[in-house]
T-cell receptor, first 116, second 112 residues
Framework: DTGVSQNPRHKITKRGQNVTFRCDPI?????LYWYRQTLGQGPEFLTY????????KSRLLSDRFSAERPKGSFSTLEIQRTEQGDSAMYLC??????????????FGPGTRLLVL | GQSLEQPSEVTAVEGAIVQINCTYQ??????LSWYQQHDGGAPTFLSY????GLEETGRFSSFLSRSDSYGYLLLQELQMKDSASYFC?????????????FGQGTTLQVKP
């Protein structure tokens, strides 16, 4: 257990439905990342928050995707009008700003999304 | 662009030593990280090399050669629980967010 939690762990939905995932990072970590991972691939960056500010979004993040981090604590990732290509594992990671923290990201267990 | 290459699969027997290689092409470079991911689990940090040479942490060691844009993860005294996917990763040089770029991962299967 890394201390980062994600809910739900699994989500099955029908194409066209909206889904929302939640990430609770390690409490003292002000930096939060969302990644997407498909089978047999490494995680790919989606978006980054520093405190409550969303500072970077990947081109992978279409306008159907939105992420928030109110109050700089937990974060949500919403996918609207889901498509079958959205089926993947969605990973959240957090890190602090102390020394040695530049590289170490702490990942949650992920939310596995299946769009039928 | 930035990319990392690693073998897709490696198989070894319990008690053996295995080396997982990673070559990278980046416009800039801070260092090379390694993550372990068990099936269905979260990637967990194993090691980080910023400078050339070998870093040892218990049964795991990681090596970096900046001049060769190459690194490897060495796993000794393999145990069944080491069966997992291993990813090398670098910080995106073009971003100041610390976001990571991962290789495709190497699936290690440890056999009895």
């Amino acid at each position: 257990d890394t201390g980062v939690s994600q809910n739900p762990r699994h989500k099955i939905t029908k194409r066209g439905q909206n889904v929302t995932f939640r990430c609770d990072p390690i409490s003292e970590h002000n930096r939060l990342y969302w990644y997407r991972q498909t089978l047999g691939q490494g995680p790919e960056f989606l978006t980054y928050f520093q405190n409550e500010a969303q500072l970077e979004k990947s081109r992978l993040l279409s306008d159907r995707f939105s992420a928030e981090r109110p109050k700089g604590s937990f974060s949500t990732l919403e996918i609207q009008r889901t498509e079958q290509g959205d089926s993947a594992m969605y990973l959240c990671a957090s890190r602090g700003t102390g020394t040695g923290g530049q590289e170490t990201q702490y990942f949650g267990p992920g939310t596995r999304l299946l769009v039928l | 662009g930035q990319s990392l290459e690693q073998p897709s699969e490696v198989t070894a027997v319990e008690g053996a030593i295995v080396q997982i290689n990673c070559t990278y092409q980046t416009s800039g470079f801070y260092g090379l990280s390694w993550y372990q991911q068990h099936d269905g689990g979260a990637p967990t940090f194993l090691s980080y090399n910023a400078l050339d040479g070998l870093e040892e942490t218990g049964r795991f060691s990681s090596f970096l050669s900046r001049s060769d844009s190459y690194g490897y993860l060495l796993l000794q005294e393999l145990q069944m629980k080491d069966s997992a996917s291993y990813f090398c990763a670098v910080r995106d040089w073009a971003s100041n967010t610390g976001k990571l770029i991962f290789g495709q991962g190497t699936t290690l299967q440890v056999k009895p």
